[in-house]
């Protein structure tokens, strides 16, 4: 952390299971937020990512570990977090049968303010809903009630935003409009935890931490993950695409590959082969037909599933 910078939430070797121990959802995790970052919680589904949103947000006790938002104990000081946070819970939370207008009056009472008193922040974002604003909640689409749900999660002019999977089923244009609408937030000095399985989002956070079965696999700039990717990588495609991945599965020289748009991606165990070769020969020699095979550069996905593939195969972060 920054001298001087304040951390807006921490968690301390936070442990939450359910069933009487038998589902671990979070299991030793560990970091902290500082304030006015844009971080992004990234994992897949039943990653533990709820868990770790309700416990911040006072809703959930852990079972060990130590939790603040803000410099506040999530248990001591549950009443004064609830105040500072704005949160977005990752199942729609809005009144289905209130108006666009009463879902927002509603939550601006809740807190002891009203629409006007921080009109500022809500603006822009308000402003492309405001139209709907006699329309019931339910009738929105999936990016228009995101928009709503965030207005209202503004109200009252929180210092922290947690948002879970905000942007889960919404269409690919409103995904990146209210992505837009995070930058502008983080630049009125709002802090931002935000949760999402898209890997595309992921690289438009300051830092982000990587998890999966309840475990943090790595917390850093999402530049710096990539970075990271410690051998070469390969794309390869071939007429028969479903039959050249079976292939490479089989062949004990590949190390991983897995299906990628219109590619595999490949790394090989031996990476001081030439992989180039070693690919399209190995393509070759089972009759594979129009083989393309070219080194890549890595994206986030790519280091994700490499780490993701460390955890299964020897159970533990590396
Ligand atoms: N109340 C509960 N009782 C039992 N198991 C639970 C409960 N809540 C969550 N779990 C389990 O704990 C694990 C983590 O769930 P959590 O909802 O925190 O993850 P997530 O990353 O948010 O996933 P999702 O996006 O699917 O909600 C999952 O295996 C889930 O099935």
Not at 13 to 30: C, E, L, P, T, W
Not at 267 to 288: C, F, I, K, V
Request: with cysteine; aromatic share 8%; proline share 3%.
């Amino acid at each position: 952390m920054e001298k001087g910078r304040m951390e807006a939430v921490k968690l301390h070797h936070i442990f939450k299971s359910y069933d009487k121990g038998r589902v671990v959802a979070v299991n030793d995790v560990s970091f902290s937020v500082d304030e006015g970052e844009l971080f992004g919680l990234i994992g897949p589904d039943g990653a533990g990512k709820t868990s770790v949103f309700r416990i911040l947000t006072t809703l959930l006790l852990a079972d060990q570990g130590t939790a603040s938002v803000v410099g506040l104990d999530v248990i001591k000081d549950y009443k004064a977090i609830r105040n500072l946070v704005g949160y977005m819970p990752g199942k729609f939370s809005l009144y289905q049968d209130l108006t666009v207008l009463e879902n927002l009056r509603f939550f601006a009472t809740v807190f002891g303010t009203n629409i006007q008193q921080n009109y500022g922040l809500i603006k822009d974002i308000y402003e492309q809903i405001k139209p709907f604003n006699h329309r019931r909640a339910g009738k929105l689409s999936g990016g228009m009630k995101q928009k709503l749900a965030l207005c209202c999660a503004l109200i009252h002019k929180p210092k922290v935003l947690l948002l879970d999977e905000p942007t889960t089923g919404v269409d690919v244009v409103s995904r990146r409009e209210f992505w837009d609408m995070l930058k502008a937030l983080k630049q009125q000095g709002i802090t931002i935890l935000v949760s999402t399985p898209y890997m595309d989002e992921a690289i438009l956070c300051d830092r982000i931490a990587l998890i999966q079965q309840g475990k943090i696999l790595s917390v850093d700039p999402p530049a710096d993950i990539i970075k990271r990717y410690p051998t070469k990588l390969y794309a390869a495609k071939s007429a028969d695409i479903y039959r050249l991945l079976k292939d490479y599965r089989q062949n004990e020289a590949i190390e991983s590959s897995y299906a990628f748009g219109e590619y595999i991606h490949v790394t090989l165990r031996y990476p001081e082969r030439d992989g180039l070769s070693t690919l399209q020969d190995l393509a070759t020699n089972l009759g594979h037909r129009d083989i393309i095979v070219k080194e890549i550069k890595p994206g986030i996905e790519d280091s994700f599933i490499r780490l993701m593939e460390r955890i299964e195969f020897t159970g533990r972060v590396e």
